[in-house]
Every structure is written in C-alpha cells, then in structure tokens.
C-alpha cells in the first residue's frame, strides 16, 4: 500500500548529471526518527527532477521539510534506507527547519566511520569494500567534523581529462579523512577557486553517505554539507 513520510532534506546530491540522491531523517511529532533516501525506477533510483520536485518545479533544498509518497520500501546493497517514491505525486514542502533545530538529528559516532582502512588514490579512508558495505546496518550519518577543510585539486588525467575535485578533509574520533563533495552548491563555489585547502570556520555538519558499489568499492561521499 502506499504510503506518506515527512522528511528534513540532509542531501540533494550530485549523480550521473543532471540526476541527484536525495536523503533525510524522517520527522514525526516534532522528533527525528529512521533515516530515507527517495529513489527512483531508473537502474541506480537516481531522481530526476521531475522525480523531485515540489509543485511549483522548484528542486528541494537542505533543511526543507517534505512531505513524499512512497509505494514501498526499496534496499539495495549498503543502501538499507532507500524507499521507491510514488514518481505520479509533487513533494509537499512543509517548512523549513533551523540550525538549532537540527541538532537532535546529529549521530553520535563513537569510531570511525563504518569502517576504514581503505582509500582510493586520492581520498583518504574514503572507500568500503562492497562485500563488506552490503552487512552494515546502515549507508547515512550526520556528522560534526573536527579540524574541517575543503581541499581543491586536479585529478584524474589518465583514462579521462584532468578536473577540479572538491574534496572534504577533516577528522572524527582521532580518523583522518579525504572525502569527495558531491554536494552541488559547495562544489559549484570551490571550483571557482585555486587549486588547495581551504579552512572552515564556521560551525558544519555534514550528510555521509555510502554510494552504490563501483569496481568492487563503496564510497564514502560528502552529500550534505550544512552550515548555520
């Protein structure tokens, strides 16, 4: 049977352009409870926008509180939280949530993130082995990074063009980490800049999220990042 959720918008994040990943935590009563990531029929449940968008067109945006339809639970791989929207039905934007207001949904992570260990060539603790992603219980945290910088550099350059890569670098619980953003806004203003790190001052937190396997891994990815 169909179903309804209202969410807080943690994620609207870059995929296979001009698709996105949406994710949040459920709101019920004022309270944070499971976390939900929307997906799609298309082959990795990318949304379009016309998958997720309110009804006056415009595309949702972090802290937005959203009322979505579903039509059934959908897990995939590490991805435990993904729930198949209902694509004939507009998201409902009800409010929008403050910073303060946020802070409950925060995840108190004792260790690392998942699990580490293991990096790809330019990231740091930033890949799971898919056989080990598809047993954990979960693919989203929402997280208050310590020492937090933006990194910007060129990468690639052997099978495909060099370009500017966003990355986060920051530690949580004595682990260092180098995290791709895929968080549009913070990308679009990064890449404006010279290649290096970058010192984040203000209060942040951040939407990790686990991405569907890719050549044997999961990655590690800077879905969200949340500012006051």
């Known amino acids: ?24 935590k459920e709101l019920q009563r004022g309270k944070f409870g499971a976390w939900i990531r ?38 995939q791989g590490c991805q435990k939280e993904n729930h198949l929207i209902d694509s004939h039905t507009s998201w409902a934007l009800e409010r929008k949530i403050t910073w ?16 580490n260990g293991h990096s790809g060539s330019n ?13 954990l219980p979960s693919s989203l945290l929402l997280i208050e990074p310590e020492h937090f910088k933006i990194s910007v550099a060129m990468e690639g350059g052997y099978e495909k063009p060099a370009y500017k890569k966003v990355r986060a670098h920051f530690r949580l619980n004595g682990h260092d980490y180098l995290l791709a953003v895929t968080d549009p806004p913070i990308e679009d203003k990064y ?16 939407c990790i999220s686990i991405g569907e396997a890719f050549n044997g891994f999961c990655y590690k990815l800077v879905a969200g990042m949340i500012t006051p």
């Open 38 to 75: 929307p997906v799609s029929d298309l082959a990795n449940g990318d949304l379009m926008l016309k998958h997720r968008r309110y009804e006056d067109g415009t595309d949702p945006k972090l802290l937005d509180v959203i009322t979505i339809s579903f039509q059934e639970a959908r897990p």
């Open 1 to 24: 049977m169909p179903y309804k959720k209202t969410i807080v918008c943690l994620a609207n994040s870059r995929k296979k352009y001009p698709n996105r990943c949406v994710a949040g």
């Open 123 to 135: 990231g740091t603790n930033d890949r799971i082995p898919e056989d080990i992603a598809n047993n």
């Open 191 to 206: 890449r404006l800049k010279e290649e290096g790190e970058y010192k984040v001052t203000t209060p942040t937190r951040l």
């Open 100 to 115: 303060d207001e946020l802070a409950p949904a925060v995840d108190h992570v004792a260790g690392p993130l998942w699990v």
